[in-house]
């Protein structure tokens, strides 16, 4: 049987459109050969996130800048889903651990949809619309990210670019933001100095990679320009939180988790000539604080990973 793998391409919302890469390309990996899919997909499509069904081989969901699409075949043909609202650009998505029918869409303009029939019928969920630190960018403030909590569903997380977390407790129902503490923390003088109060407290907010560990129920790692912060509190982001020693964040791309819950990795990018990736082992309810470190660029076997954010 083939394994697939996906890339998304578009528009990050910063750049001339006429200059942006755009598409969904699929890489056999029997035949090392990427296919452009586009069959059922809007013209010069734009994919900013892509997840697979847990337990149906060859779903696939892409979010584009029409809607979200589903395939059954893999990514042969494409279809839309059924989608409410007047900002269609989806940016994320995150589908219940234990029960597959149950889906969320994060999208521009802040926000965020629940399906409770695999995507046949979307609602859109009440969001805050101006949680603590939220900085007004020259693009569309968006839900970058989504996680659930894999050892208690009803708690998920959303990712806001340029305005840090916001928080569910119950499914979607009701909704708090978390960043009181992590603005707070943007006051430390070792990030103050660096780049001023008000550049300071922006990075704080600009979420760019949001996973939780399964290892450690509770335990919630986020990525922003600032570097690497943990909380052990659902959120409340204690001050026992570690980022990387010495480096800064820029640009967090992506999270893998390893089978076993224990490995994380942060691949992130300073500028275009400054890259690194960097790991963590946490070993399972025994650490209170979690240290990154730069490892070399390597391939992540595919059995012994899985791809939490891309």
């Given at each position: 049987m083939t394994t697939y793998v996906y890339a998304g391409a578009a528009d990050w919302g910063g750049k001339d459109p006429a200059k942006c890469n755009r598409g969904l390309y699929r890489l056999a990996t029997d035949t090392g050969t990427w296919t452009a899919l586009e069959r059922g997909l809007p013209d010069q499509v734009e994919v900013r996130c892509l997840t697979m069904h847990p337990t149906q081989p060859g779903v696939v969901f892409a979010g584009t800048q029409a809607?979200?699409?589903?395939?059954?075949?893999?990514?042969?043909?494409?279809?839309?889903?059924?989608?409410?609202?007047?900002?269609?650009?989806?940016?994320?998505?995150?589908i219940h651990p234990a029960d597959a029918r149950v889906m969320y869409a994060g999208t521009?303009?802040?926000?965020?949809y629940r399906s409770e029939d695999g995507g046949g019928q979307w609602r859109r969920l009440t969001v805050p619309r101006n949680p603590d630190g939220l900085c007004v960018m020259g693009f569309p403030t968006r839900m970058i990210r989504l996680a659930i909590d894999p050892t208690n569903p009803d708690e998920l997380y959303a990712g806001v670019e340029v305005g840090g977390l916001v928080r569910s407790l119950d499914g979607g129902t009701t909704w708090t933001d978390c960043n009181a503490p992590l603005l707070e923390l943007a006051t430390q003088e070792r990030y103050t100095q660096k780049h001023g109060p008000r550049r300071a407290s922006e990075g704080m907010?600009?979420?760019?990679?949001?996973?939780?560990?399964?290892?450690?129920?509770?335990?919630?790692?986020?990525?922003?320009?600032?570097?690497?912060?943990?909380?052990?509190?659902?959120?409340?982001?204690c001050p026992s939180i570690a980022c990387m020693k010495g480096r800064q964040c820029d640009a967090g791309r992506w999270l893998i988790e390893s089978a076993d819950a224990s490995q994380m990795a942060l691949d992130q990018r300073q500028s275009?000539?400054?890259?690194?990736?960097?790991?963590?082992?946490?070993?399972?309810?025994?650490?209170?604080?979690?240290?990154?470190?730069?490892?070399?660029?390597?391939?992540?076997?595919?059995?012994?990973?899985r791809l939490v954010m891309v």
């Open positions: 809607g979200p699409y589903r395939s059954t075949d893999a990514g042969d043909t494409w279809e839309r889903m059924h989608f409410p609202g007047d900002e269609p650009v989806v940016w994320s998505f995150a521009q303009d802040m926000a965020v907010m600009d979420t760019h990679a949001l996973a939780i560990s399964a290892a450690q129920p509770g335990t919630v790692f986020l990525a922003n320009r600032l570097g690497v912060f943990r909380s052990d509190d659902k959120g409340g982001w275009v000539e400054q890259t690194g990736s960097y790991s963590t082992t946490t070993p399972a309810r025994s650490r209170s604080t979690s240290t990154f470190w730069p490892v070399r660029r390597r391939e992540f076997p595919a059995a012994k990973a």
